[in-house]
């Protein structure tokens, strides 16, 4: 008995031994296989894409530069008959990591050879033809193995030696100064073509705007002799408007003055006829009454006339006569009062000094009156001296006496009282 044995498209059944002989065997791919027990040995293998990172480390080109290549591998067992059993042949038993280091050692082996032929320069710049040629190459031998290389790629170049960085700043160098001139070039045509553009749109400009000019220049010509024709029209149309305005408001103007000259004459006959009237309304009721009471007037003022010149005449010779009498009496007053001072003055004459001295001692109460007056409002008097002199001071007030009497009245008391008789002066 046996057993059936499936695959799927990624997969491959190989049945060896039993009826296939010391040599045969029967490979199915994505299908179904009968195994006999015992006698047949089954084994699968995987048909998927192995990826592969070859590494080739400080390996010296053409030029001697030591370089560092890694790149990327895309690998696969192929399902051709033939191929496939050579792969069975190779591989079956192992696993997937036994079978890509196999693979992984014949492409860097084949990495190395092509680095040593290349300089750096194509290395570098050129990856994908080295990518390429690695397998062309390779391809042989890894397909003699039954392995089919799907893709190739290189993933990075790099040294320890910084050539590529030297040489990737000569590069950089060229080319910042080729992008400079190409630059200054590119600025140089930019502005020669922008300057012969701005020239044609310059000239463009002032042709266009001389033509404009001359057709505004035209055009505001025309327009000013169409505004001279309009306006001189307008002129004509305003002033023959005007004047035959003015022809109806000089014929409105007479009208308007003839009825004021009827109304005016209207109005006089009216005015003379209201005169008229005025005067008769006048002569009634203030004339007549006014002469009246004129008349009255003058009556009444004719009798008080009379009445005030007789009260005048009356009252005048009142007066004359009291003045008579009062004059008289002033006169016999006069003449009492003359014949009085005659009589003291012979009195005066006969007595001589003794009358004076009457008259002096008569005056000296209201002298001392007078002296006292401003001594009455003091409440005390202080006499300033050594000793007792009070009678001393009394005697030099008293003394101070006849000098002030003589420059009040002119009468020298000290010489009048030495005229009496028995009377004696003490100095």
Excluded at 50 to 65: A, F, I, R, S
Excluded at 364 to 378: G, M, N, R, S
Excluded at 404 to 411: F, K, N, P
Aim: with cysteine; hydrophobic share 40%.
């Amino acid at each position: 008995m046996g057993n059936v044995h499936t695959c799927g498209p990624n997969e491959c059944i190989v049945i060896s031994g039993g009826c296939f002989g010391s040599s045969g065997k029967n490979m199915v791919t994505g299908s179904w296989a009968w195994a006999w027990w015992l006698v047949t040995d089954v084994q699968k293998m995987s048909l998927e894409v192995m990826t592969l990172n070859p590494v080739c480390d400080n390996v010296e080109t053409k030029q001697g530069v030591p370089l560092t290549v890694t790149g990327v591998a895309q690998v696969k067992i192929m399902k051709n008959p033939e191929l496939l059993g050579v792969a069975a042949e190779q591989f079956l038993g192992k696993n997937e990591g036994e079978i890509t280091d196999t693979i992984l050692q014949t492409l860097e082996g084949h990495l190395r050879a092509i680095l040593g032929t290349l300089t750096v320069e194509e290395v570098y710049k050129d990856r994908d033809q080295f990518a390429n040629l690695v397998r062309e190459i390779a391809a042989p031998d890894v397909g003699r193995m039954g392995i089919e290389i799907l893709s190739f790629t290189i993933k990075d170049v790099y040294d320890n030696v910084e050539y590529l960085a030297s040489l990737g700043k000569t590069q950089t160098a060229v080319v910042k100064r080729d992008a400079e001139i190409g630059v200054a070039q590119a600025n140089r045509d930019a502005g020669i073509r922008e300057a012969e553009c701005e020239k044609s749109a310059m000239d463009i400009k002032y042709s266009t705007d001389t033509k404009i000019e001359d057709n505004s220049r035209g055009f505001k010509m025309q327009k000013a002799n169409f505004d001279t024709e309009v306006n001189t029209a307008n002129a004509e149309a305003q002033m023959a408007y005007e004047l035959q305005a003015a022809k109806i408001q000089q014929r409105i103007r007479n009208e308007e003055i003839q009825i004021q000259v009827v109304e005016r004459r209207k109005q006089i006959e009216i005015e003379e006829q209201e005169i008229k009237r005025k005067e008769k309304e006048l002569i009634s009721t203030v004339r007549l009454p006014a002469e009246a009471e004129a008349y009255k007037v003058q009556t009444v003022a004719e009798g008080m006339r009379t009445k005030t010149v007789e009260a005048a005449r009356a009252d005048g010779e009142r007066i004359r006569l009291i003045g008579g009498a009062e004059a008289k009496a002033v006169e016999a007053v006069g003449r009492a009062e003359a014949e009085s001072m005659r009589m003291k003055a012979s009195a005066y004459k006969q007595y001589g000094d003794a009358a004076i001295m009457a008259l002096v001692l008569e005056a000296l109460p209201q002298i001392a009156a007078e002296v006292a007056a401003p001594l009455a409002k003091t409440d005390e008097i202080v006499l300033i001296g050594g000793g007792d002199r009070t009678t001393d001071e009394i005697n030099k007030l008293v003394g101070s006496l006849p000098p002030a009497i003589q420059a009040l009245t002119g009468v020298d008391l000290t010489g009048a009282l030495g005229k009496i008789p028995g009377a004696v002066m003490t100095r």
